[in-house]
């Protein structure tokens, strides 16, 4: 089976060549490897590139364990270069394997494997790119390393548009589907239910877990697995740091330290298990802190967590809608509308949240996700927080089911979630 991820295709394409080091992130098993290895690579044979030309380094493969050591890698990377006249593609998958535990953790011990990648850069018949599925590989650090010659291109799990037509079901049954396992590629060639959640299973304990202990030298693993499956439990809600600790106290788990927690969730943000969406003042213009919202990458492996005993829908659907937002490029944050309003007489201070402020360059949509609008009565309530936001930027509501797009009195756009999962430009309906 064939998975065509064109929107990252098409972006390696137009960065062929262009000096700067192509870092592909993203979280592990998502598709980085295929995406570069198998898609990017024919076409590149298929665009008249030699084989021989194409430098294939799987950091994670044991056949080339020996290559994690930066110099051996360097060393290995110039003997296949072999002809200054030809023009070759360097390839380095899962690259923080070549980054210790220490110079991950230690700002000011120097990071071998920059120095390798800058040497590359100073060729000028060599192509570079690599993979990791760490943020922490590529943030502050590789950008100063890199001098502004490091150029992201984050990738996800697959989006249901990528999904649903080679799931081989019907897009009701394929939703739900993608809403209980996820969208991670090999999701798809598991032959049953089962097989699925086996797969999900292993991936959290085997794979993720794993990956953050050791890379971060974790001695209460316990402690890190429970705060997982609090976050798990509460996408969609607002947390902090504080609010956890007392999810912890309340539910009697063992008690976790606010600066650990914090810490914890900085790992799992860096890792891309998890995506925070920050509280942004419409009215303010302005970034409130926290608390705030975070969301799964995946939700078959928020789901897998939770022994998939928590299957509720509205937040679910939230959470997919949030990560569409982000697979189409979009800056996404929690939005805010602060009133004064009378009550008994009253004058009071209200919040109303807008569940998306989505921005693009000059591009804003403020967007509801709402299950299901079954009266009037829910209409107004899911539109109350837009008719107060005072600019002429679209507002949407997304509805569960295959509702067609309309517009009522207040110019709010009403759609159905397979308009908006299934057409990239739904946005602009």
């Known amino acids: 089976m064939e998975i065509r991820r064109d929107r990252y295709l098409k972006k390696l394409i137009r960065k062929r060549n262009n000096g700067l080091i192509k870092v592909i992130t993203g979280i592990r098993r998502c598709g980085k490897s295929y995406l570069l290895f ?96 760490n943020s922490k590989f590529l943030s502050s650090d590789i950008m100063t390393e ?26 009701y049954d394929a939703w739900q589907d993608y809403l209980f396992y996820g969208g991670l590629p090999h999701i798809l060639a598991e032959p049953d239910n089962e097989s699925k959640e086996v797969y999900l299973d292993r991936l959290n304990s085997e794979i993720y877990m794993r990956d953050i202990v050791e890379r971060y030298d974790i001695r209460d693993v316990d402690a890190l697995d429970s705060l997982m499956r609090v976050i798990a439990s509460a996408i969609g809600s607002l947390s902090n740091p504080l609010r956890i600790s007392d999810t912890f106290k309340s539910n009697g788990y063992k008690s976790i330290s606010i600066p650990t927690i914090s810490n914890y969730l900085k790992y799992l943000t860096e890792s891309f298990i998890i995506q925070k969406a920050e509280r942004y003042d419409i009215k303010g213009r302005k970034y409130i802190g926290t608390p705030l919202k975070y969301y799964y990458t995946d939700l078959g492996l928020r789901n897998a967590l939770l022994n998939f005993r928590q299957f509720e829908e509205t937040h679910l659907m939230e959470n997919a809608i949030y990560n569409e937002l982000i697979y189409r490029g979009y800056k996404v944050d929690v939005g805010v509308v602060d009133l004064r309003v009378n009550e008994s007489g009253k004058r009071i201070h209200k919040q109303l949240e807008v569940d998306f402020v989505v921005n693009q360059g000059s591009k804003r949509y403020y967007i509801q996700s709402a299950y299901a609008l079954p009266n009037q009565e829910k209409i107004e309530q899911e539109q109350a927080s837009l008719i107060k936001i005072p600019d002429s930027f679209k507002k949407i509501i997304i509805t569960g089911g295959n509702t067609p797009v309309w517009r009522n009195d207040y110019g709010i756009t009403i759609m159905g979630l397979f308009d908006f999962m299934l057409n990239e430009d739904s946005l602009d309906y």
């Open 38 to 133: 198998s898609l990017y690579y024919d076409y590149l044979i298929n665009d008249g590139v030699p084989e021989d030309c194409i430098i294939s380094v799987p950091l994670d493969d044991d056949d080339y364990v020996e290559y994690c050591d930066p110099q051996k890698l360097n060393e290995y990377i110039k003997s296949r270069m072999t002809d200054s006249k030809k023009h070759y593609y360097v390839f380095i998958d899962e690259a923080q394997y070549a980054i210790t535990t220490k110079e991950m953790k230690d700002p000011d011990v120097p990071i071998r494997l920059y120095g390798v990648l800058n040497g590359l850069l100073r060729k000028k018949n060599v192509d570079v790119y690599v993979t990791g599925s």
């Open 146 to 171: 890199f001098r502004g010659r490091g150029d992201e291109i984050h990738i996800a799990p697959l989006s249901f548009s990528e999904y649903f037509p080679v799931s081989g079901k019907d897009k």
